[in-house]
């Protein structure tokens, strides 16, 4: 699948939203990040690269040739961006229970927007007006987000740890690498390959793999 690089996965949602309640989103968009505590059940889901809303007016959208036709749209639209680790299921059952509220208010005003409870409706909801990602670039495909925030934390603690011990006898030193790797050792885990998320995801992998094996056996034939 196109919108899945290793671990992440990228959804964009597009949601109709009537012109003139606009100006009641963004109003709920300026409070949710002035207000504290307002998005502090989504900041804590750790499966989550970023969110982001964005609303784009029917007159405002881009012109890339003066022979492009002007859109005669009859609404504005919401964009929603988000990379996350795990399946999609997961991501958006986890958002159901971490802000359902502030789900509703976002997309209050959306053109059939069900609630984000019951589940099964905000689940149609979503998939009906999600596009396709084409092309996804993933820097660390193995690395879940968790992965990055250990490899950041790892980074820092040995600059540190190698600033603090430059004039320390052997002894204190050994004392202060072992409080190091005591310190670390919930930030030391190995990276793997993400379990399986869809049987199509699965399906790619394998022709992935069997085309690289290809290529492989291809070298060595020539090699001989």
Do not use: C
């Not at 502090?40 to 889901?45: D, E």
């Not at 030193?173 to 190091?180: A, I, N």
Request: proline fraction near 4%.
């Amino acid at each position: 699948m196109s919108n899945i690089a290793g671990k992440a996965y990228a959804m964009n949602v597009i949601t109709p939203i009537r012109w003139y309640t606009t100006w009641v989103n963004k109003l709920i968009f300026w409070a949710a990040v002035k207000v504290p505590g307002v998005l502090s059940g989504l900041i804590t889901l750790s499966l989550i690269h970023y969110a982001r809303w964005v609303i784009i007016g029917r007159n405002n959208f881009p012109h890339l040739d003066p022979s492009q036709p002007k859109e005669e749209l009859k609404y504005d639209y919401m964009l929603f961006f988000s990379n996350f680790n795990g399946s999609w299921d997961q991501y958006v059952d986890s958002f159901t229970f971490a802000i359902p509220g502030g789900l509703d208010l976002f997309w209050k005003w959306n053109v059939r927007y069900s609630k984000s409870v019951a589940v099964t409706p905000f689940h149609d909801y979503i998939r009906y007006n999600q596009i396709e990602t084409i092309h996804y670039y993933n820097a660390y495909p193995l690395a879940a987000s968790n992965d990055v925030k250990s490899a950041k934390n790892v980074k820092s603690t040995l600059i540190k740890f190698e600033q603090d011990t430059r004039t320390v006898s052997d002894d204190e030193f050994l004392k202060l690498y072992k409080g190091l790797l005591r310190g670390l050792q919930h930030d030391l885990g190995d990276m793997y390959p993400t379990p399986i998320v869809t049987m199509s995801a699965n399906q790619v992998e394998r022709r992935q793999k069997w085309h690289q094996g290809q290529l492989a056996e291809v070298g060595e034939n020539h090699g001989e």
